[in-house]
């Protein structure tokens, strides 16, 4: 596919995207590599541009370089951003309690430990739709629970009973202290986040570096 297609793919997907308005999003295509700049409305916006993207076949890789911009009249003051995002927290997490954040200029910072990738990931989900933030780091460490020697198996086992991935394609290294290390090739974004979330799932995994390729 010419990039000229793919560009044009894409600018067809996000005006088809009802959370997103495109009108100020700048749209570049190198090899299957997008770039992605200008400005958006919220957060919650900049991410669905992405996820959107993400969808168009023929993206190999995203430059996120999109720009949050509010209105000075709905700025939030980061007091206020940062008993939003507690009290959401509190809604959301049963263990909450181990969360610290900052605001500042409307990013948020998470920091603390949790047990499991999904509660991570579910904290940063829970805040990142608040109105007035710019952004979202997530700084949250996942506390190892088991050994770590047979989780690359543990893994592989995990992707031979997934419908989605070819296994064979994919090679796991296990380093210290559950940082594992993905490498080979996918067919699309699906396939690679079925094989990141298998990673992912098994218990005493702290990192997880993707170098998976989409074909």
């Known amino acids: 596919m010419s990039n000229k297609q793919l560009r044009q793919d894409i600018l067809d997907e996000l005006d088809f995207e009802p959370s997103v308005n495109a009108t100020n999003i700048g749209v570049a ?31 190999r890789a995203i430059a996120q370089e999109l720009e949050v911009r509010y ?5 939030t003051a980061d007091d206020e951003i940062a008993k939003r995002a507690l009290d959401i927290l509190r809604w959301s997490l049963v263990s909450s309690e181990a969360i610290k954040l900052t605001v500042h200029s409307g990013l948020i910072t998470l920091s603390g430990e949790m047990e499991w990738q999904y509660q991570k990931k579910a904290a940063e989900d829970a805040v990142r739709k608040l109105s007035g933030i710019v952004g979202v780091i997530n700084n949250i460490k996942i ?53 990141e979330n298998a990673a992912w799932s098994a218990p005493g995994v702290t990192v997880v570096e993707d170098r998976l390729t989409i074909m």
């Open 29 to 59: 295509v190198d090899n299957g590599v997008v770039t992605l700049n200008g400005h958006v409305s919220s957060y919650a916006e900049k991410i669905a541009t992405e996820q959107a993207v993400r969808r168009v076949k023929g993206v």
């Open 71 to 75: 209105p000075s009249e709905r700025k």
């Open 143 to 195: 506390k190892p629970q088991v050994s770590v020697s047979d989780l690359k198996q543990k893994i592989e086992d995990a992707l031979k009973r997934s419908a989605e991935v070819e296994a064979r394609a994919i090679r796991i290294t296990v380093r210290d202290g559950g940082n594992i290390l993905l490498e080979g090739k996918v067919h699309d974004w699906m396939e690679r986040d079925v094989v």
